[in-house]
Structures are given as C-alpha cells and as structure tokens.
C-alpha cells in the first residue's frame, strides 16, 4: 500500500486535524466524539443542516462545512458509518433552537446509527427530520433490499439544503425540499481501478488491465458488472443513458450535472468527461443549466468517475447560485 | 444454563482475542461483498470493550452487558455496530443477576438484532447463523448451537443478499460467505468453548 | 493504460473542450493556435499576465485563468512545452495595451519556445517581459546547467502578480513583484507512483511496491534519489528540511505554505500531510500566514505530493488575500 | 556534395518514415532521463512537414527548409520543437539554389542549434552528435558524417547531462543514451542513405 499516512489506525484523526488547522477561519474539529462544525455554529435561530458518513470520500462531508451548506458533518473511519453518539454530539453542536436536517445516505449502517442518534436528540428534546438519499441508478430498487445506495446526488442536496436553511427556510420545508432534491437527481459510477483501504492494505478488488467496474458505489464496492475497458465516449454514454432511462429525463429539463472524480483521476479527464457528457445531453435535448466538474464525493484513491444528473426547478436553480464557502466548495463570497 | 459474572467477562475477554486473531479474515470475506471493514470494525469495537472492562468492570451482569452494548455502539459503526450494540443492549435488559441464562440472553439479543436491521432469514445477514443458533440452544445447548450456527454461516454462501451492502451486487453476491453470519459464528463458537459447564 | 480518455492524441484538445464548456462565464479557449484566455481578455490598460507549458498539470495553467490571476494560459501537448505561435496568439489576446508579463517555468523547451514567442511579440510592438520561475530544491543549482526547475512557486507568483496587475500594477513593478516571489519562494516534491503519459501508454518509471522517489519533477522525471517508502510524518520532514534549509528560512519569517497533490493521492492524505508541514514549522518557529491544500500542480496520475514555501512580505499577503475568480481557485468573489 | 530540390524532398520524406518508426524507441530513451515525449514530438512534426509539403512543397529549397522549419516550430514543442527549427531555418539562409551544398547546409545548422541551446560539447545533447557528424562531413563526406553521428551518440552514453532535463538527474543521467542525440543521429543516417552521390 502506497499512501501519505503515518498509522493506518490513525489516518481520520490526522487528516481532520490538517483540516481544521487549514480552514479555522470556516470550521472546528471536535475529537471524541469526532465531528466538524461550522466555526460560528449554532447560528442562533436556523434550522441546522449536517450529514455524516464514513471517511474517505473528501471533500465530502467536512469539506462542505461553512457557511451556504452544512452546519456539521460526522465522519465515521474509512467507509464505515459514524456513530450514534458522534452524530447526537453534532446535532447538538448544529442546533441554534430550530431543529436539525439530517441528510443520510442509503447505507444500512449509515440509516441505522442516525435513526439511534436521532432517537437520542429527540429524548434530548432537539427536533431532527431525516432525509435519506438514494439516487444510484446502478443498483436496482426493491422492496425486498436495501435499496438503492446514496451517491453524488448528496452533494448537490447539501448544497441546495444548506443556501436555503442559510435563508431562514425553517426545517419542514427543508426536509421537504431535500426530498425533492433526492427525486429529482440521479447518479451512475465506475471504476477504472479498486480502491485501497488503508487498514486493509490491499486494494478491495482486482481488475485486469483491460478491465473496468460499471456501476460502482463509492466503498470499493465491486460494481454491477466488469467489462472490458472503454474509451472515455463509450463510457459516459452508457452511464448517461442509464441515468437518463431511470428518472427519465426528458428533452426541455433543465439539469444541474456533476462529473465527480473518483480520487484517483486528475482534472485533465474529468473535462474531457464533462464534454462528452454535454455532447450526449444535447443530442437528447437536456439543458445543463449549472455544472460542478471535479473531485466531491470520492473513494480514497480510486481512479474512475461518476455522473450526476438534478432535474432542476426554479427554486434549486436560485439555491444552487447562492453563495457558499466551505473548504471543498466555494463560490459567490 | 446459566453463567456467572466471571465466566461473562471470561467470554467477553476471550472475544477481543478472537477478532484480533480473525480481522484479516473478516476484512477479506468484505471485501469480496462489502467494503472491506467488518474485521476491522469488530476488533476495535472489541479491543475497546476489553479496555473497558479492564479499567472498571460493573459490578452486575446487566451492567457489563449495558457498557458492552454502549462501547460496541459508540465504537463498531457501520452496520454491525447498531446490530451487535443492540444484541447486548436487549440481552443486558433480559439478565437477571446473580447468574444468567443463557437462553434468555441469546433470546433477547438475537430478538434485538432483528428489530434493528428488520432483515429476514435467507438475506445472508448475521441473522442467518443466529437464528439457527437460537433453535439449536433450546433443545441442544451451547454446542448444538455453535454448531447450527456455523452451519448457518456456511449457508450463506449460495444465498443471494437482500440487506446490507452486499445486496447492492445483485447475483454476484451469490457465492460468499457472509463476513456477519461469520462473526456471529465466531461469538457463539466462543461462548461454547468459555463456557464449558 | 486505464485512462478516462478517447485517442490519446486528442486528450489535450477534448479536455480543453471540456474546460470551456463547464466555465464559459470565466474564459474562451481558442485552438489553432491553442490558448486559453479571459471571457473579457483584454482589459483595457491592464497589464497581461500569462504562462503556459506542457499539459498534464491541471488545473495549472489553463485553471488559473481569470480575473485576479492569469489573462491567458498556453497549454502544450501533455508535458510538452506550447509552441511560439501558441504563445504569441495568446500574448496578442492579453494585451490591453500595457504589456504583458511572461510567467516562464525554467524547462529547456519552455525558455527557448517563450524567447522565440517574445521575438515575434517584440517584432509586433508589444511590449513583453518574461520571468523564469526556478524554485525545486532537488536540483543542485549550477552554472553549467539549465539551473532549477520551476514548481510550485509559479502557481503563487500566478496569484500574486494576477491581482497586482488586476490593481493596475504596471509592467515593470510586475516582473519585480515576480522576480521576488521567485526569490522567495522553495519547493520539493515527491512520488508514490509514476504517472502514465497518454501518448507512451505506460508508466515513464517504474517503482518498487516499498519505494518511493524523493525530490521529483512535475514531469515524471525521475527524482534525485530513490529511497524505501516511508510515513507521512519522516517525508514531510525530510521534504521541509530540504526546503528551510535552502533559501535558508528563519525563526519568524511568515509564509504561505502550499500542500499540493500530484494528481491522484487524494484529499484525505494532502490534509494528514499538511498537519504534519504545520508541526514541523511550529518547530522551527516559522509562522504559516496563509495556506494551500488540493491538487493545483500536477503530474497527470501520479500519487505524491509538493510542498512550497513562500517567504512572504506584506504586499505578497496583502495580494495573496485580493479576489480571485477562476475554474482552480477562488476566493473573495 | 550539392544535393537537389527533389533529393531535399526525398529525405524528408524519409525522415517522416523513420521518425514514425522510432518514435517508442526515442520515447523509451526520453522516458529514463526525460519526460517519455522526444519519439512523439518528432513523429509528431515531421509527419505535419510530410502533410505541409505533400500539400504545397514550395519551389525552391529555401523555401522548402524555410517551410519545414515553421512547422516544426509550431508543432514540436518541448526543447527540441526549438532547437531542430532553428537548425532548418539557419540551413535555409544558407542555402543557395538551385542546387544545395550540403557541407554549407549542415555548417549553417548545427551552428544554429549551439546557438539557440547555448550547449557545449559534452553536455550529453544533440551537439554531441551533431558536431562530430559535421567535422566528418569536412573530410569525409556524408557516410563518414553518419558515422561519427553514430559513435557520438553513443558516447552521451557515459555523459553526466548538463543541459537539458536530464540534467535535473545530476549522477543519476549517466549510463543512458541522450534521446536528442539519437534523432539527430537518424537524420544524418538518413541523408546518407537517400543521398547516395
Ligand atoms: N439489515 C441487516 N440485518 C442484519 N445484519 C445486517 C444487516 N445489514 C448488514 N448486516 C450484517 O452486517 C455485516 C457487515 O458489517 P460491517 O462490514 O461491519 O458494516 P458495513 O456494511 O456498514 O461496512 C454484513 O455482513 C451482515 O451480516
Ligand atoms: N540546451 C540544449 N541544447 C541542445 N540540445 C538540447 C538542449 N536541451 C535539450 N536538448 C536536446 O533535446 C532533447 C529532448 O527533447 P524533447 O524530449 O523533445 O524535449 P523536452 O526535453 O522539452 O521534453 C534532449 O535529449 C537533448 O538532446
Ligand atoms: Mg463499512
Ligand atoms: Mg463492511
Ligand atoms: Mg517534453
Ligand atoms: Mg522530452
């Protein structure tokens, strides 16, 4: 294993502790119980907005701390869910006496120790409503399973979520509007490499050098199925079309894109991605309304990309230009 | 059958040993369905139990399965920290002190873990080697029952998964033994050979 | 080779592409010659400030385009110099009439492709002048050889001389403010990995599993010496060592420190790396005043990472803070 | 030894082959002291010169090198992009026509090169290959000129670089054959051989 890390035990503690000596200005790191915090937090009389998952996927969760977007973030270890009593200690951290957005991902492990936390706050008399996203269209829905899994479309609710409770929208409306945010938004993954877990020390997967995972979660997962490797156009057509198919998509939607980069993939790629994703978008007459290009939603250092498409309405086009400055994601101040 | 407060924490002391020794080995069933944690997330849920209850172990059996229960959740994370944090949560609330049963202590912690992760049988979940376990305990005792649930592990191999990550594989889950069926075999396995009567 | 890529030939070409769609409100790309310039390029009465090289270094240059930091950006097939007639298209497209500052990078092929590219802009009446940024104290420094290689310190003096010139800096103060932050500023990288350049198909080193390569360039160079692999803690400290000890660095000078990843090591270590760059300073008593973590110069896939120092003085930190607005960096607007 | 405006286009015609040829094996050398591009960028400009003049080669020689030098200008980048084009666009000035002095074209050149590269024999470049090949070609014609291009190619071998990106490597440039000294050897070769007098 080949990684910039002391102790492998030791990584998420060391790693949050460079982010909090990195951005003081925007965010706090708490130890123990292990959450990030908005440096101002509680902003007195605003409906809070935290979301939290396992590490590794940087910037996502504490990159997206600060103001325009999450009050707090809970960071488990890597790829493995926090805490009940991190996300309590959180919550609490976030309310400013209008209640708390818990935005979770649709992982087991991740629904079942917020829906802990949440049965502490509410013991504790702090109002949490709970929005689980599951937008990965690579995993078939069912009533029998756990669903589909929570992917890129996180990003895009944290932001839209956090510039609304910014405004003053109180937490009914949040839930709601993430709900919608959650219907609305789609993602497709893949994999042109396995990822390493650092206290595994070898990569979860083998993939031949001819070969690729599609439809990849973002824990190392191995995908839907492996296919031989394909040129960057291939690809993303595949991945837009089972994306497009699912919601569906219709010509005339206007959409908010993401074209997110797995860790391992530089930028150089990620923008020929991104025009291969509008040249198909304007053959089936989708607008990109906004786009965000990069690495948000990662799986350590594995290389590949995945997709997002928002059907967006007026209200998240507005929220979306809202100003947001976080360690991870900046624009507008 | 009942256990004593010391052969409680002779199991529970027994169990950290056992996820040491068997990280890698859970890690890797994970990894093959998963994202290769599950021994990793057993051992420090457990290690820090041991830490625990070296530090200042309660005087009660209740109380020791309550801090087991509040460690395990506050450690674990992922799924089986609320699964196995809720087994020893129910369980410390079935334990009557001095001694316990332990039927009555798999009974509510296997009762637990369904509640928690609402899976069935055949979802090649943990609960496939507990619930057979639990059968087996009742007519056969603690042997019986690590038996039944080792042979519930294994069963898990052909099973395709309907819960946790694995399911999210579709048919290629089919064909690995599940890393929680695992670890629970290996909770019962021990508490058969710690506790010996 | 597992890239997200079409016909390695046309990489540079499709992910400029990509480039211009995603950030049409910040630049154009224009091709044949091919150059990336400001959406409002040029600012009248402005003094232009522009770089270029090889590509494979996202987001640098073509990243850094926009106001408060570069007017225009030549990029070069993938770590190949741009080419004169590059250069000079993108030198006529940045000029608002008060010349315009070559910021050159000290490569063989970048040197002589930007003298011949003055000649021609001489020859055409616009007035250029050209600092050559050599700050990567791997290389031993020499009379008799092409000197040091620039690094990390261009994407500061970018920054820097970017917002001076957006503050009506002219020409001549520019290529002074360059020279000093040059002066100033040190550099040291190194690599996990090899990168794989698109057109060679293959890794350009090969690199044992408990090896890593000290002192690296941003072109798959190899470094000054191979070692065995070791933390994060002991390479930052000989990395920062190497640094300090070359300018030299003093007790109380303040700095702007950048942490920057080669291309594919992830966020979660950059951040666990620059916790340890802090520690070390705080050692030495050398105060960070302002930082940089993430990918900003890179070398395609490669896992590793830089690390910069700047000695920095007031009207450095007082421009280091000024707006920046680009698709790699923003702040303050 | 004059050679002719079809035999100029000959062997740039050639050149275009063999540079295709030899672009992994110049690439392979680049990639142990550079940066794994010398074999691209040369098949990349003189297969555009090849395009450029197949569309419109110009009258004379002069302008024939005058041409050839544009493109490779504008199409090679990196130090070599440089360095060959101001060796074509040297050799045109010194070209007269109709017919072309070799001696002359090869003098004009290579001193181009020195001057743009500001190298010194030794440096372990494209002079160590160039100069030799010119001295040869005083007395002893063209083959004689391959010749010592050959042997001072392999003589970078040994060379500490101290120029050029290899040099970056210090101790660690010697014991690998200079990339540009392996092109500029081909170029000579290959005049030898499509000039045959
Ligand atoms: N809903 C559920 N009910 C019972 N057990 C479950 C459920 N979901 C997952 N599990 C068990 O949890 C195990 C995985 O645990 P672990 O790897 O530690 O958590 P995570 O999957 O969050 O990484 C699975 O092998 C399975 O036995
Ligand atoms: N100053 C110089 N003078 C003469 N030749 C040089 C000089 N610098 C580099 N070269 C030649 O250029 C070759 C490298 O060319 P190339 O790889 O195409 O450019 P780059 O090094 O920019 O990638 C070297 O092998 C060397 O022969
Ligand atoms: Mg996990
Ligand atoms: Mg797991
Ligand atoms: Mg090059
Ligand atoms: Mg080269």
Known sequence: MKKLINDPGDVVRESLAGLAAAHADILKVHFDPTYVVRADAPVKGKAGVISGGG???????GG????????????????????????????????????????????????????????????????????????????????????????????????????????GCDLARLEELCKRVNQNGRSMGMALTSCTVPAAGKPTFDLGADEMEMGIGIHGEPGRERMPLAGARKIVERMTQAILSDLPFRATDRTIAMVNGMGGTPLLELYLVYAELERVLEAAGIGIARRLVGNYITSLDMAGCSITLLRADDEMLELWDAPVLTAGLRSGC | MTVTREQMLAWLDALAGVYAENKERLTELDSAIGDADHGINMDRGFTAVKAELAAAAPADIRGILQKVATVLIKTVGGASGPLYGTFFLRAAAAAPHPEMDI?????????????????????????????????????????????????????????????????????????????????AWLMIKTAAETWRL
């Open chain 1, 64 to 167: 997206f701390v600060g103001r325009g977007m999450l009050d707090a973030a809970c960071p488990g270890e890597v790829f493995t869910s926090p805490t009940p009593d991190q996300i309590e200690a959180a919550t609490r951290a976030a309310d400013g006496g209008a209640g708390v957005l818990h935005i979770v991902k649709n992982y087991t492990g991740d629904i079942m120790n917020f829906e802990m936390a949440a049965e502490l706050c509410q013991a504790a008399g702090i109002e949490v409503r709970a929005v689980v996203i599951d937008d990965d269209v690579a995993v078939k829905d069912s009533l029998y399973t756990a669903g589909r899994r929570g992917v890129g479309t996180t990003v895009l609710a944290e932001k839209i979520c956090g510039a609304a409770a910014e405004r």
């Open chain 2, 103 to 183: 039927l009555a202590f798999l009974q509510a912690g296997v009762e637990g873990v369904r509640q928690r992760g609402k899976a069935e049988p055949g979802d090649k979940t943990m609960l496939d080697a507990l619930l057979p376990a639990l059968d087996a305990m009742r007519t056969g005792g603690l042997d019986a029952a690590a038996a039944a649930a080792e042979a519930g592990m294994r069963a898990t191999i052909p099973m395709q998964a309907r819960k946790g990550r694995a399911c999210y594989l579709g048919a290629r889950s089919v064909g690995h033994q599940d890393p929680g069926a695992t670890s």
């Open chain 1, 55 to 61: 590490s590794g996927h940087e910037p996502m969760h």
